[in-house]
């Protein structure tokens, strides 16, 4: 009976892609990558640690710098407009940021469980008009249970699905 020699393994180790026949070409697993979950109180204050946080985490994801940039300024725009329409002032609620990289995509949602307020007179409605311009698809949902809104950008083709590098070295 033959044997075969295996690597041997650790208990982090990624898994190995299966074998096929000889000859066949080896597919290796999709990545998984990391989810972003932020759970913070709707005030102001707390914006600039969501996108510090986001900002990490898009790192970790292997986001091109320039990518970042654009959906960290989307984000902002998402979550500010939670700050100022969800919850009446002096009733802050909470506002949630979920993130997720799926192949070539990158998908960021802010939630609330507040009740759309109008804008005020003051205000100059442009933030809805900056993620659309930013992002790939973007969507607005309101309901009796508070507001969704989630946009989704396109990796640069120049990125590989499996580890976020472009064909010339390091994405960094």
């Not at 292997?62 to 100022?84: G, K």
């Not at 802010?110 to 003051?122: A, F, I, K």
């Amino acid at each position: 009976m033959a044997w075969e020699q295996r690597p041997v393994r650790s208990p982090t180790s990624p898994p190995l892609a299966s074998a096929g026949p000889p000859g066949a070409p080896v597919i290796a697993p999709a990545r998984e990558w990391p989810e972003l979950v932020i759970d913070v109180a709707a005030v102001a204050p707390q914006l600039l640690e969501v996108r510090a946080e986001a900002r990490r985490w898009m790192e970790a994801v292997d986001v091109p710098a320039d990518l970042a940039l654009d959906m960290l300024i989307a984000l902002s725009e998402a979550t500010t407009n939670a700050v100022l329409h969800a919850y009446p002032a002096g009733s802050p609620g909470r506002i949630r940021v979920l993130g997720r990289r799926e192949a070539l995509e990158i998908e960021l949602a802010v939630e609330d469980d507040g009740t759309w307020r109008d804008r005020s007179p003051h205000h100059d409605g442009r933030g809805l008009a900056i993620i659309d311009a930013v992002s790939t698809t973007a969507e607005v949902v309101r309901g009796a249970r508070g507001s969704r809104v989630v946009f989704r950008c396109a990796m640069p083709p120049s990125t590989t699905e499996t580890d976020g590098r472009s064909a010339g070295g390091p994405s960094r």
